[in-house]
C-alpha cells in the first residue's frame, strides 16, 4: 500500500484545512487508516483514526470537535477536515495505514505517506 498526503499549507488561527490521503494499493477498502503529526522538537502523536468501514472513528483529545476524519473507499482516499486551526496544531501531518483494527499506536501502522506541512499562524 503506497500512501500519499497532500493538502497542507499555510494558514491563520481560526481557519480550516482539508487534508487528503490517496492510496495506490487495491487494498485500501480493507485497511484502517490513521492520521498523526509531528512538531519540530516533538515524538509523531496521534491525531484520528478510522476503521475500514468508517464504524470506528476516534480523536485525540487536543482535536475532538475541531477535525473530522472521514474515507470513500471508492477513492481509495481518506480524508482530514481541519476546523478552528491554532497555532499548536503546526505540525507534519502524516497518513497510515494497518490492517485489522485502528490503532493510536504509531508503532502498529505498517505503511506510511510522506507527510504534509500544516503551519498555523497566530
Known amino acids: 500500500v503506497q500512501l500519499q498526503a497532500s493538502g497542507g499549507g499555510l494558514v491563520q488561527a481560526g481557519d480550516s484545512l482539508t487534508l487528503s490521503c490517496a492510496s495506490s494499493?487495491?487494498?485500501?477498502?480493507?485497511?484502517?487508516m490513521g492520521w498523526f503529526r509531528q512538531a519540530p522538537g516533538k515524538e509523531r502523536e496521534f491525531v484520528a483514526r478510522?476503521?475500514?468501514?468508517?464504524?470506528?472513528?476516534d480523536y485525540a483529545d487536543s482535536v475532538k470537535g475541531r477535525f473530522t476524519i472521514s474515507r470513500d473507499n471508492a477513492k481509495n482516499t481518506m480524508y482530514l477536515q481541519m476546523n478552528s486551526l491554532k497555532p499548536e496544531d503546526t505540525a507534519v501531518y502524516y497518513c497510515?495505514?494497518?490492517?485489522?483494527?485502528?490503532?493510536?499506536?504509531?508503532?502498529?501502522?505498517?505503511?506510511w505517506g510522506q507527510g504534509t506541512q500544516v503551519t498555523v499562524s497566530s
Open positions: 497510515a495505514g494497518r490492517p485489522g483494527v485502528p490503532s493510536r499506536v504509531v508503532n502498529e501502522y505498517a505503511y
Open positions: 478510522i476503521s475500514w468501514s468508517g464504524g470506528i472513528i
Open positions: 494499493g487495491r487494498t485500501f477498502s480493507s485497511y484502517s
